[in-house]
Structures are given as C-alpha cells and as structure tokens.
C-alpha cells in the first residue's frame, strides 16, 4: 500500500480494468485483455511482453476471466 500498512489492505482475486474498447483483468500471474469482444491470455510470471496468447491453452481460466469481464459491464 501507498503507506506500507500490507495488513490492512484487503486481498483480491483479481483486479479488473477498462478504457475504451478495452477489458483486462489481472489475477496473479494471469493477465487477460479484451478487445472488441476477443480474449487474449498472458502468463507474465513467463511472459512479461505479452508475446504468447495462451486463450487456446487455458479454455476454462479464459471462460472464468469472460464471465468476470460480463458481471462487472
């Protein structure tokens, strides 16, 4: 936290972001970004320059990461 009280700062499952056309979401090492309606998958613990869409190996953490997307528009 902004002033060093970790206890007090609340844990969360994901953290959830929008601008414009896009939608991301981050949960731990996973960050998704959608654009116009299209899911990308990055693991950044492997993958800090978001090179590798890994949507088509992941299909059940990209259908979690859909449906948070949809309950929070």
Not at 14 to 39: E, H, I, N, P
């Amino acid at each position: 936290t902004l002033m060093g009280k970790t206890e007090m700062q609340a844990k969360h499952d994901y953290l959830f972001w929008r601008w414009s056309r896009f939608r991301a979401v981050r949960m731990g090492k996973w960050k998704a970004l959608q654009t116009d309606g299209k899911l990308a998958l990055y693991d950044l613990s492997e993958d800090l320059g978001e090179t590798q869409d890994l949507v088509s190996q992941n299909p059940s953490l990209a259908n979690r990461i859909n449906r948070i997307i949809e309950e929070l528009e």
